[in-house]
């Protein structure tokens, strides 16, 4: 009974302790809004006379003080209690008031002398007047550790920075309840200490090893998935792995024969079959033999012209962008006209016969071609005797008509 009667007095002091920090804040607030007001309006007083540049200077610099201060009295109530939409109005009310002021201010008394500019060239950053950025906070994993340490690093970097607000700046950039935090936490936020808690999450979350394995199994994982993934989703994801693995010296001059048939085999079976048909029409037209990092970035680049063909197909067919696909009213027609030279070869040789397996069906449709590697499929052509552009007899590749439609 007795530690119930004592947790009641813990609780009613508490009670009482907060009332009274509100009233307080409360009271504070009301004397600086007030006082804002009346240097808001002495502004604009100023603001209608003529020679007024000094005063103006001086005043801005009272209202900007007091804006801050009033600022920090809101968050602090905030803080302690759920404000009503009335109270928050009033707090947002006060806020576009001041940047009224401010704009005000900046357009008509904040430009820089043009002579001085001329003269002094050089300008520190603390002299430019930006727009405050905000820290994105991470759930620090080794998967997100490019994206967090891209962020970080130049605040690391920059020795105009005290340590000690380095320490602070590192706090903010980790979501509270993760592990990163937790040890970030673990030490004492002081200068000895800020290379140390570095050097900590390097070790845990950045190593290079670590993470070239994280990128090379996301893109594995692609391999699996490559059946339920858009194409456009399918491009970007590579692309992003391959820019990461990029980042951390996995360059493709020193790794494109290990990463080239990882990302081949990301690709769906139809998307594989018109990279090999295009590379083939490539390479015979090039007459030359590509590198194994040339035709990984003929790879990207092929699938990229897939993309931005689809997204274009995709905004033809609706119509005016109101989500309508529009029908089709023509009647389809044959793009390959042949010539009476390949008239005659197909009559000869029997129309339609795949030159892979001399079956009756066209020869990009073959399935036997998914098993043959790209030596032997030209050497298949080139012994039927056929165009290696669009895999029909009786012309050579630089006669070609048409190509594939990929």
């Not at 970035?297 to 990229?304: D, I, K, P, V």
């Amino acid at each position: 009974m007795t530690e119930k009667t004592e947790q009641v007095e813990t609780e009613a002091k508490l009670k009482a302790k907060q009332a009274k920090l509100e009233t307080k804040l409360r009271n504070e607030r009301t004397n600086l809004r007030r006082l804002f007001t009346v240097s808001a309006n002495i502004f604009d007083e100023i603001h209608r006379k003529v020679d007024i540049e000094k005063d103006i200077h001086v005043q801005y610099n009272k209202i900007n003080e007091k804006a801050e201060r009033l600022s920090k009295v809101d968050e602090e109530i905030k803080d302690l209690i759920d404000l009503t939409d009335e109270e928050y109005d009033t707090v947002e009310s006060y806020r576009d008031r001041f940047t009224e002021i401010r704009v005000i201010y900046e357009k008509y008394y904040n430009q820089q002398n043009e002579t001085s500019s001329v003269v002094s060239n050089k300008c520190t950053p603390d002299n430019l007047q930006l727009p405050k950025l905000s820290l994105k906070e991470y759930d620090l994993m080794p998967r997100s550790w490019v994206a967090f340490w891209g962020q970080f690093c130049r605040i690391d970097e920059d020795e105009s920075i005290r340590v000690e607000d380095k320490f602070q700046y590192l706090l903010s950039s980790l979501k509270s309840n993760t592990k990163a935090r937790d040890i970030v936490e673990s030490y004492p936020p002081s200068k000895e200490n800020y290379s140390k808690v570095i050097e900590h999450l390097k070790s845990r979350f950045g190593r290079k090893d670590l993470l070239i394995e994280v990128y090379i199994r996301d893109l594995l994982a692609l391999v699996n998935s490559k059946t339920n993934i858009k194409l456009s989703d399918l491009y970007d994801k590579l692309g992003s792995y391959l820019r990461a693995l990029e980042t951390l010296g996995v360059t493709t001059s020193n790794y494109a024969t290990m990463l080239y048939p990882v990302v081949e085999s990301c690709l769906p079976v139809e998307i594989l079959k018109a990279w090999d048909r295009h590379r083939l029409n490539r390479e015979v037209k090039e007459d030359s033999i590509l590198t194994t990092e040339k035709v990984l970035e003929n790879l990207m680049s092929f699938l990229r012209h897939e993309v931005e063909g689809e997204e274009h197909r995709v905004l033809a067919e609706t119509a005016f962008g109101n989500g309508i696909k529009r029908k089709d009213t023509h009647k389809p027609v044959h793009k390959d006209e042949p010539t009476a030279a390949t008239l005659i070869a197909n009559s000869s040789a029997g129309e339609n016969n795949c030159v892979f397996c001399d079956r009756s069906h066209p020869s990009q449709e073959c399935r036997k071609i998914s098993n043959m590697n790209y030596d032997d499929r030209k050497k298949q052509v080139m012994l039927k005797r056929c165009c290696l552009v669009c895999l029909k007899p009786g012309h050579m590749a630089k006669n070609a008509i048409a190509t594939l439609d990929v």
